[in-house]
């Protein structure tokens, strides 16, 4: 099984600034099959990222993800007010994974 | 838009069984892998279950295999998640999610909107 290991645990930014999240496989993720969720209180997940670096639909794009192998990175290049919320990388190849989640929070 | 409506949640003793239902609507159901994610209370994301898209094939996770079991009724465009041998730990939030494929690969590109199952006596 792959373990995903999301960091930091916690960030808190201002909005406007830039956010950048971590997510490293225990194991190589072949075919880049990564995804990254976002979650905000009561509601579910919403798909952002699929295949590492490839929005879904809707998504803004101030949301890129990158990274191949076992280092991924989601970042929000300017943090919007509805942008705080709890984000999760997920590997879904072969074990379907999530992270423990990064929750960015206002400063 | 595509919507996943789930039922049958609700408040079980330890040891007994629940089954959840999710309803499909607006996409092709038959097209489509399914899957079931948990979310324990102020705790992360767990997947639970997964099947293809005719049913042919299904995965669970190792901490519910052999309890739980995943199913689908092409026909009425409904996902079934059997609980059976229900303990404290399996009380989480059940996320219906469609998949974005007939198999894997797929993540998951739409969620319902979650229903609580609570086991406690």
């Known amino acids: 099984e792959i373990v995903l290991t999301q960091s930091p645990g916690t960030l808190s930014l201002s909005p406007g600034e830039r956010a950048t999240l971590s997510c490293r496989a225990s194991q190589s993720v072949s075919g880049s099959f990564l995804a990254w969720y976002q979650q905000k209180p009561g509601q579910a997940p919403r798909l952002l990222i699929y295949g590492a670096s490839s929005r879904a639909t809707g998504v803004p794009d101030r949301f890129s993800g990158s990274g191949s192998a076992t280092d991924f990175t989601l970042t929000i290049s300017r943090l919007e007010p509805e942008d705080f919320a709890v984000y999760y990388c997920q590997e879904y190849g072969s074990s379907r994974s999530f992270g423990q989640g990064t929750r960015v929070e206002v400063k | 838009e595509e919507q996943l409506l789930a039922s049958g949640g609700g408040l079980v003793q330890p040891g007994g069984s629940l089954r959840l239902s999710c309803v499909a609507s607006?996409?092709?159901?038959?097209?489509?892998?399914m899957g079931w994610v948990r979310q324990a209370p102020g705790k992360g994301l767990e997947w639970v279950s997964a099947?293809?898209?005719?049913?042919?094939?299904?995965f669970h996770a190792d901490s519910v295999k052999g309890r739980f079991s995943i199913s689908r009724d092409n026909s009425k465009n409904t996902l079934y998640l059997q609980m059976n041998s229900l303990t404290d730990e399996d009380t989480a939030v059940y996320y219906c999610?469609?998949?974005?494929?007939?198999?894997?690969?797929?993540?998951?590109?739409?969620w319902g909107q979650g229903i609580l199952v609570t086991v406690s006596s």
């Open positions: 607006e996409f092709f159901f038959h097209n489509y892998a």
């Open positions: 099947i293809t898209d005719t049913g042919g094939d299904k």
């Open positions: 999610a469609k998949g974005s494929d007939t198999s894997r690969p797929y993540y998951f590109d739409h």
